[in-house]
């Protein structure tokens, strides 16, 4: 689980640097002024995309948490002292990354 989670977290870092980054080349191209102004549309379109699909493999990561562990015989699953934590955890993580590339992609 929390190698899929740190995995997600990258995913999301590295759409949110893709999708600045085609900020930073429109200021670049503002900056000089011999040339037009282009959007870089293409950039903002992959970094939300990768941020969302950070979301999706940090569901993923929960649902295949949840169905291990339910496969395990009740012995054999650590006595945790709050159980739902980890469930929390994962949504929030999920949904700030959907909140992300929501604001992504009016900005």
């Given at each position: 689980m929390l190698g899929w989670v740190r995995t997600g977290l990258t995913v999301m870092a590295?759409?949110?640097?893709?999708?600045r980054f085609g900020l930073f080349l429109t200021l670049l191209t503002a900056?000089?002024?011999?040339?037009?102004?282009?959007?870089?549309?293409?950039?903002?379109?992959?970094g939300v995309m990768l941020v969302l699909t950070g979301s999706v493999i940090i569901?993923?990561?929960?649902h295949n948490h949840r169905h291990f562990t339910s496969t395990l015989p009740p012995e054999a699953v650590a006595k945790m002292d709050i159980p739902w934590l980890v469930s929390f955890l994962a949504i929030s993580i999920a949904l700030v990354g959907i909140l992300l590339?929501?604001?992504?992609?009016?900005t």
């Open positions: 590295f759409g949110f640097v893709v999708a900056a000089d002024r011999t040339r037009d102004i282009h959007s870089h549309w293409l950039s903002e379109a992959l569901m993923g990561a929960l590339s929501v604001y992504l992609m009016f």
